[in-house]
T-cell receptor, first 113, second 116 residues
Framework: ETGVTQTPRHLVMGMTNKKSLKCEQHLGHNAMYWYKQSAKKPLELMFVYSLEERVENNSVPSRFSPECPNSSHLFLHLHTLQPEDSALYLC????????????FGEGSRLTVL | AQSVAQPEDQVNVAEGNPLTVKCTYSVSGNPYLFWYVQYPNRGLQFLLKYITGDNLVKGSYGFEAEFNKSQTSFHLKKPSALVSDSALYFCAVRDPFSGGYNKLIFGAGTRLAVHP
């Protein structure tokens, strides 16, 4: 266990549905990340939150909406997704040290029909 | 532009043999380098990192990596491979322009297959 928990592990949704992915870290970290992992592509950084403030939005479409209510929780709200959004969505957290490694959750496997 | 290259999509090794997974990088300034492993249907697990100091870094599960500044490489190695080492391996470098939040740039990954 890495101390980063993601739910649900698997999600199937239609293109008109609204759903959310949840990430919780129990490590006392103050930075949290969303990454997208698609087949045959490098990991794509989507969003970064530092001290609950969004510090990076990596040109992600507005159908993905992040929320960080406190330093332990991170959400990714999903709305009117496309089939090409099907992927593994990984949450990670990190300490304040700029040499610190990221701790990843197990991921949420999303399938958009 | 900052980047990481993993030139091999897949590496095949017989159990008990040494293994090497290659990584080269292009980054401004001194690099902070990382290796992660991903088992099927799991997230990424941290293996080791190079920040400064000794060029040979030791990590989890018997893995080590050698930093070579002149060749801009950070190859992952293990003296004796196990079947359970079969997984997807990612090299990453810290984006030096990411400020205090440590944005990592990942390679495309190398699939390691260890055969009995």
């Amino acid at each position: 266990e890495t101390g980063v928990t993601q739910t649900p592990r698997h999600l199937v949704m239609g293109m008109t549905n609204k759903k959310s992915l949840k990430c919780e870290q129990h490590l006392g970290h103050n930075a949290m990340y969303w990454y997208k992992q698609s087949a045959k592509k490098p990991l794509e950084l989507m969003f970064v939150y530092s001290l609950e403030e969004r510090v990076e939005n990596n040109s992600v479409p507005s159908r993905f909406s992040p929320e960080c209510p406190n330093s332990s929780h991170l959400f990714l709200h999903l709305h009117t997704l496309q089939p090409e959004d099907s992927a593994l969505y990984l949450c990670a957290s990190r300490t304040s040290s700029n040499t610190g490694e990221l701790f990843f959750g197990e991921g949420s496997r999303l399938t958009v029909l | 532009a900052q980047s990481v290259a993993q030139p091999e999509d897949q590496v095949n090794v017989a159990e008990g043999n040494p293994l090497t997974v290659k990584c080269t990088y292009s980054v401004s300034g001194n690099p902070y380098l990382f290796w992660y492993v991903q088992y099927p249907n799991r997230g990424l697990q941290f293996l080791l990192k190079y920040i400064t100091g000794d060029n040979l870094v030791k990590g989890s599960y018997g893995f080590e990596a050698e930093f070579n500044k002149s060749q801009t490489s950070f190859h992952l190695k293990k003296p004796s491979a196990l079947v359970s080492d079969s997984a997807l391996y990612f090299c990453a470098v810290r984006d030096p322009f990411s400020g205090g939040y440590n944005k990592l740039i990942f390679g495309a990954g190398t699939r390691l297959a260890v055969h009995p």
